[in-house]
């Protein structure tokens, strides 16, 4: 009998959880007014908390969410944040996939640099916490969030896959290159190429021959912030590795097109990005 997922964490009251966690419900202010027509996935049927999962130097607040009343072991799919956290739509994807029989978890992978919350706009949010974010400290903290869901939330470690959006899309690419534990990952309109940083050394580019995993990249033709030559660039590094990887771009669509709550949203690449996202776990036995 598996644990409620609200059990795992019996030693904090709420409201020293609020304390710790960065996120609340709700859209994160920087990302602006949310659309009215945003989606809204309900809890019936599902298991969803807040949880602490712990990480090398801390807790992490994560949202996890997984079918009710299952045995166990669920298929594990880590949900990255895009530049806002784990706001609102976040959590809501994790809710879509665990409808489908997930384990979802999405971790904040910010907390030790501050709260995206309440940062008024992109810019700021950008320079004042992003930008201080180590991808090393991403990855492992992503390593502990596959070790709690296995060992503590059912999840089954030989079906872990990785998705993730805008600043998680990268993230994706990253992690698919780190960990050979894992199954899958698709990537939607994350960042291919850039500088090197103290922090960010290297980008999705960089290691495309070191994938240890399959990874679908699912990208808008209209992106500003992602130039087609780099798209282009990292289909050839992909097919000069023979690396296990696809990449799909929407002719027309912007970037963040699967963000049903913004203004760049496009339902007909939303939906059959979503479509291929479920498609590339089960093909490669992360489903």
């Not at 960042?191 to 960010?200: I, K, M």
């Not at 963000?259 to 992360?286: E, F, Q, V």
Request: overall charge positive; proline content about 7%; glycine content about 10%.
């Amino acid at each position: 009998m598996l644990a409620d997922l609200k059990s795992l964490n019996p030693d904090f009251s709420r409201r020293g959880f609020v304390g710790t966690a960065l996120a609340a419900t709700g859209f994160a202010l920087a990302a602006g007014p949310a659309r009215a027509e945003a989606i809204i996935t309900d809890s019936r049927g599902l298991e969803t908390a807040d949880v602490l999962i712990p990480a090398r130097d801390r807790s992490l607040p994560a949202y996890a969410a997984r079918p009710a009343g299952g045995t166990g072991p669920f298929p594990t799919v880590m949900v990255v944040q895009e530049i806002f956290g784990v706001h609102e739509h976040i959590r809501d994807i994790c809710r879509r996939l665990a409808k489908q029989g997930y384990l979802a978890v999405a971790p904040e992978l910010y907390v030790r640099q501050g709260n995206p919350a309440g940062i008024p706009d992109i810019a700021t949010l950008l320079k004042t916490i992003v930008a201080k974010v180590p991808d090393e400290q991403v990855l492992a903290d992503l390593d502990a969030v596959a070790a709690w869901a296995a060992k503590s939330a059912g999840g089954d470690p030989r079906r872990l896959s990785i998705t993730g959006f805008c600043w998680g899309g990268r993230i994706v690419w990253l992690y698919a290159a780190h960990n050979p534990a894992l199954k899958a990952g698709v990537a939607w309109y994350g960042r291919l190429t850039g500088e090197p940083s103290e922090t960010a050394p290297r980008h999705p580019l960089d290691v495309a021959a070191e994938l240890k995993a399959p990874v679908l990249g699912l990208y808008g033709g209209a992106d500003q912030g992602i130039p087609l030559d780099g798209v282009e660039k990292m289909r050839a590094a992909l097919a000069q590795s023979k690396a296990k990887a696809d990449i799909v771009v929407y002719d027309g669509a912007p970037h963040a097109f699967h963000a049903d709550y913004r203004p760049s949203y496009r339902a007909d690449p939303a939906r059959d990005g979503w479509n291929r996202m479920l498609a590339w776990l089960k093909t490669h036995g992360a489903g």
